[in-house]
């Protein structure tokens, strides 16, 4: 099994909807963090946690929320999708220096 | 705050050669510098780091240099193999703090 899963793998939304992608790690690591990576950029930084309760912005969280509901799960929320957040989204956990990324979840807005 | 570029963006050898890439950082305070393969459909992957108290690292095919002086730090796969395809990232990171990623270069690995 994975240590570190997305839901959904795939989204297509419409203007305005408000959508929530979803991560799940088994690695036991307190810190998870939530990438944006466009096509020919790097991966960018919307928000990341260092564990329960604790939330912290990224480079670029504007549009975007979190949510740390326990250790293993943190969730990330687009109130009111635009399109230019179409990408493709990554969470991570990290322990020490080293990151472990999920397999993504490319959303498309309409 | 940290930036750091990647090259070439692209880069296409034929299976056997070697392939290198370079990145270059800001932040002279920055120590933990780790190289990331993301296949087609996967989220990237570690496959080599150092740190700014080693010069060189190798393991097997891959190894990664970096030089304080000039801040900046390579990648160089030997003996390319069609499965080396994929696009690569580097990254700069201080200890306990955020990384901040160059833009990925895709590598092409020809038979």
């Known amino acids: 099994d994975a240590d570190v899963t997305q839901t959904p793998r795939n989204r297509i939304t419409k203007t305005g909807k408000r959508i929530m992608l979803e991560c799940s790690q088994t690695k036991g690591h307190d810190r998870m963090y939530w990438y944006r990576q466009d096509p020919g950029l790097g991966l960018r930084l919307i928000y990341y946690?260092?564990?329960?309760?604790?939330?912290n912005k990224g480079e670029i969280s504007d549009g975007y929320s979190v949510s740390r509901q326990a250790q293993a799960k943190f969730s990330l929320s687009l109130e009111s999708a635009i399109p230019n957040q179409t990408a493709l989204y990554f969470c991570a956990t990290r322990k020490a220096d080293t990151q472990y990324f999920g397999p993504g979840t490319r959303l498309t807005v309409l | 705050g940290e930036n750091v570029e990647q090259h070439p963006s692209t880069l296409s050898v034929q299976e056997g050669d070697s392939a290198v890439i370079k990145c270059t950082y800001s932040?002279?305070?920055?120590?933990?510098f780790p190289w990331y393969k993301q296949e087609l459909g996967k989220g990237p992957q570690l496959i080599i780091d150092?740190?700014?108290?080693?010069g060189e690292k190798k393991d097997q095919r891959i190894a990664v240099t970096l030089n304080k002086t000039a801040k900046h730090f390579s990648l160089h796969i030997t003996e390319t193999q069609p499965e080396d395809s994929a696009v690569y990232f580097c990254a700069a990171s201080k200890f306990e703090g955020k990384s901040t990623f160059g833009d990925g270069t895709t590598l092409t690995v020809k038979p």
């Open positions: 150092i740190r700014s108290n080693v």
């Open positions: 932040d002279s305070a920055s120590n933990y």
């Open positions: 946690s260092f564990d329960v309760k604790d939330i």
